[in-house]
C-alpha cells in the first residue's frame, strides 16, 4: 500500500488503529491526509486553530449592523419625499407602501400572492438543485461525462432568463408546469457548476487513500468525496436559491395571474409605483429569509459531513 506524497505515514498510522471498520479509517486517513497537504476539508482543518473572535462576530452586533443600511435607505427614502424632491406618482413614501400593503392584505389577496410565489420558489429550486446534483456527479467523476456534458451545457447557461418563455409557453402552455420549469433551469446551473467544479478538483490522496482500504463506487464517493464538497454544495444551494427568486419573476410573466411577479406586472400597467415597490420589499424580505433557512441548514451539513 503506498500513497503519494507526505500522506503515507498518516495512512499507515490510521491502518493500524485496532477495532475500526475499513470505512471509518478510510475516512479518518483521507481526512489527516487532507489536513497535511493543505486540503483543510477533513479534520486537521477543523483542528486549525481560528482567528481570534471580535465584537464583530458577536450575532447581536451583526444583526445590528445589518440594520444600518436598510435604515438609512428608509430614512432617505422619507426625507425624499417628504420634501416632495420627487413627485409622488414616481416615487411614493414608504407609509403609501405600507397602506397598499394594508389594502391588499384586508382584500385577503396579499397572502395568497405570497403563498403561491413562496411555493413555485421551492418547488422549482428543489428540482432544479436535484437534477443538478445528478449531473454534477457524472460530469465532475466521469472524464467521458465531462466531454459530452459540459460543452453543452457551458452553452445552455448563457441563455437568458427570458430566452425561454416563449419556448416554455408553447410546450408546457402557461400553466404552473411552465412557471416552475423556468424556475428550476435557474436553479439548475449554480448547483451543477459549483458541485462539478468541486468534485473534479478534490485532492488525489484523498481518493487514494480510500481506495487503498478497498472503497469503490458508493462507498468511495459517500466516505471520502461527499464530505470534501460539501461546503460547495451548501455554497451551490444558496447561489441556485438565489436564482430561482430571480427566475421566479420572468416564470410569472409566463401568463400569470397571481403571485409577486403578477403584483410586479398588473402594478406597472396601472402605474401603481406604491404597489411595485411593495412587492420588491417583499420579494426581498423572502429571499433573506429562504437564505438564513438554508443558513440554518448549513450550519448542520458542515458539522455532520466536515
Sequence with gaps: MSVPGSGVALVVDAASAAGRTAEAEALDAARRADGSTGGGTGRAGA????????????TGVRLAAGAVLPLLILLAWQ?????ELVPAYRLPGPWAVV???????ERGELGLHIAISVQRVLIGFAAGSVVGLAVAAVVGLSRAGDALLNPTLAALRAVPSLAWVPLLILWLQIGEESKITLIAIGAFFPVFTTVAAALRHIDPHLVEAGRCFGLRGWSLFRTIQLPAV??????????ALAQAWLFLVAAELIA????????????????????????IVLLALLGSLTNALLGIAE???????T
Design 299 to 305: 450550519k448542520k451539513l458542515l458539522r455532520r459531513w
Design 230 to 239: 460539501v461546503p460547495s454544495v451548501v455554497s451551490g444551494l444558496r447561489l
Design 47 to 58: 483542528d486549525a486553530p481560528s482567528a481570534p473572535r471580535t465584537v464583530w462576530d458577536r
Design 256 to 279: 400569470s395571474s397571481m403571485g409577486l411577479g403578477f403584483i410586479l406586472n398588473d402594478s406597472q400597467q396601472t402605474g401603481r409605483v406604491d404597489r411595485i415597490l411593495l412587492a
Design 79 to 83: 426625507i425624499t419625499t417628504a420634501a
Design 99 to 105: 397602506q397598499a400593503g394594508v389594502e391588499l392584505l
